[in-house]
């Protein structure tokens, strides 16, 4: 499955999938400025999982119930760019599989997964 990265996701941490082998569109090479409900779209069509720093995306599954093939919330402020990008690596080997069709939210020492 590929990712889709949010334009508000550290570049770093896209830089980090792709050295790990994941394929990943970044929304800030592909379609800069667009909104969320625009790159959820994408991320749809692509058939892709969708990283992103931006709470909004919460809203638009939960209150809105907009069609997803997972969501990834990063929710690692504080750090450097550098320890960001080793979390989500370590996070995303141990739950990838089962982050696909569900919301899921790193934060420093725990990754929540809702189906």
Same mark, same amino acid.
Not at 67 to 74: E, S
Not at 94 to 113: C, G, Y
């Given at each position: =499955?590929? %990712?889709? &990265?949010?334009?508000?996701?550290? *570049? @770093?941490?896209?830089?980090?999938?792709?050295?790990?082998? *994941? %394929?990943?569109? &970044?929304?800030?090479?592909? =379609?800069?400025?667009?909104?969320?409900?625009?790159?959820?779209?994408? &991320?749809?069509?692509?058939?892709?999982?969708?990283?992103?720093?931006d709470k909004d995306?919460? @809203?638009?599954?939960?209150?809105?119930?907009?069609?997803?093939?997972?969501?990834?919330?990063?929710?690692?402020?504080?750090?450097?760019? +550098?320890?960001?990008? @080793?979390?989500?690596?370590?996070?995303?080997?141990?739950?990838?599989?089962? =982050?696909?069709?569900?919301?899921?939210?790193?934060?420093?020492?725990?990754?929540?997964?809702? +189906?």
């Amino acid at each position: =499955m590929k %990712i889709v &990265a949010d334009e508000s996701v550290d *570049y @770093e941490i896209v830089t980090s999938l792709r050295k790990n082998d *994941y %394929i990943v569109l &970044a929304i800030d090479e592909l =379609m800069k400025s667009a909104d969320d409900e625009r790159v959820l779209n994408f &991320a749809l069509q692509e058939n892709s999982m969708l990283i992103t720093e931006d709470k909004d995306f919460g @809203e638009l599954v939960y209150r809105l119930k907009k069609a997803h093939l997972g969501i990834v919330l990063i929710r690692l402020s504080g750090l450097d760019s +550098k320890s960001k990008s @080793e979390i989500v690596i370590k996070s995303f080997k141990e739950n990838f599989e089962i =982050m696909k069709n569900s919301f899921s939210v790193i934060s420093p020492n725990l990754t929540r997964i809702k +189906k």
